[in-house]
């Protein structure tokens, strides 16, 4: 279950460097993770750290 932004993103940037993995780059018009390298934190984090700092609650597990 990769995390997932969705289209409300404010492109604040702040999940960015918070991402173990680098998952998260700027898409066409917002942020996106890239599924493939997404592991919901697991091994660094309790809970996807992305989710915990998005300000608008914007990014999802899917
Ligand atoms: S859940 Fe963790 S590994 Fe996945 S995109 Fe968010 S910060 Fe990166
Ligand atoms: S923290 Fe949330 S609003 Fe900010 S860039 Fe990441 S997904 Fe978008």
Do not use: R
């Not at 993770?33 to 697991?42: F, H, K, R, S, Y």
């Amino acid at each position: 279950m990769p995390a997932v932004i969705e289209v409300s993103c404010i492109n604040c940037d702040m999940c960015v460097p918070e991402c173990p993995n680098d998952a998260i780059s700027m898409g066409t018009k917002h942020f996106q993770v890239d599924p493939q390298l997404c592991t919901e934190c697991i091994g660094y984090y309790d809970k996807p750290t992305c989710i915990a700092v998005c300000p608008i609650d914007c990014i999802g597990l899917v």
